[in-house]
């Protein structure tokens, strides 16, 4: 499309009247005069941001967000890696408006994760529940949406399968009216096509003040893809990115943070101010790595990545605290003897082969740890972070691992914050206002807490 990855315009605009109490059909619902609505079709140049999308993909009724670009796509063999890179975490649509209400045409995909089929259920954002699974609450769902005004989640809604020709309306009304900057963030956890973005009043771009926010491009697993999240803005990245003013690019990939080449190469070709790479436990789960091959593909994914962003601070990111694998290798499956209800995952390799060099998190930690700080010598914008210190044990004496992997809500907005402040924070490696960001840091090995 002509535009720097990341941050998409859309699309042209178009106007329609719609006649209420005058024997017309108002989409609003607002039997009254007539109105006037302003419909942006998704596919082309507008006045609506898309943001966090690495590319968008044309299709008959509008557009596809991806996350991973169609060179690495075209090398990912993996159906999972494709269901994940296709459900658009930290992706939103931006603009302003003086609306009062919005509305978004979708169609959910086959494979959208579980969730509530009625669209009300969780307009209030602190009625969410927590704890209703790794994506979210149980049963056929469009994909759950955050509606965030002048910087303020105020609506969160589930929306439901169904309509005509599979098009779903997400309805997000009570708009304020007056002159506003609007976000919606997708689903983190479903794969939505984008069709048409309907307001009660004009749409206009978002909102321009200053210099640009800092552009953060993370990588992670399914944790920073947001399981667990009950909404898009509860991924801790995007929590992260919200308290720190950051412009998120958010690639974390379900099962397959993995120290992938053409995830490199993604990260390598997408302008970015700041990155990270969280990475450990998909290595565990999959068994992915011995101690002797690990090392050198770390090595080789941060090579790739320093060849566009030679300078960029870089921050490599160690695994969270999980009990089940903290020094039982891998690989990772749903436990057949877990008392329930529900998964509950457990190591299943034998520790006896750590001597050899098969991987738990203790030993992943030590490795990543070490490999920064060679790095470190000849890279000074290179940091390490332990993931001990985002979520350790006594983290998980109060807030344990529903499944012994995965986050709940609460914890997720734990680890962003603790991410904010520790990554963000003064002295930290994204610390743009510190002359040389995260000098404080020393070599970049940011303080452990247990």
Known sequence: MGVEP???PCFPRRCAVWLGADGGVDPGGVGAAVRTWTTEALAGEGPVALRGALEVEATARGVLPHRLP???RAQVSDGFCALAEAQPSGVRLAFRTEATVVE????PFPGAPAGDADASALADP???DPAAG???PAGPCAGVYDLVVDGRLTARLAAPIGGADGVVAVRFDGLSGREQDVEIWL????IVELVALRADAPLRPPRAAGAPPPRWVHHGSSISQGA????PTGAWPAVAA???GADLVNLGLSGNALLDPFTARAIRDTPADLISVKVGINIVALDAFRLRTLGPALHGFLDTVREGHPTAPLLVVSPLHAPVVERVPGPMYPDPDAPGPGISFRGFGDPAEVASGALTLTTIRRELGRVVAQRAETDRNLYYLDGLALYGERDFAELPLPDQLHPDDATQRRIGERFARLAFGPGGPFDTASTGAGAASGRGVAPRRG
């Open 187 to 190: 689903p983190h956890a479903a």
């Open 228 to 231: 667990g999240a009950a909404g």
């Open 6 to 8: 990341g941050r998409f």
């Open 126 to 128: 602190a009625g969410a």
């Open 70 to 72: 169609a060179a690495a």
């Open 134 to 136: 790794a994506f979210g």
């Open 104 to 107: 978004l045409d979708v169609v």
């Open 242 to 244: 919200r308290l720190a």
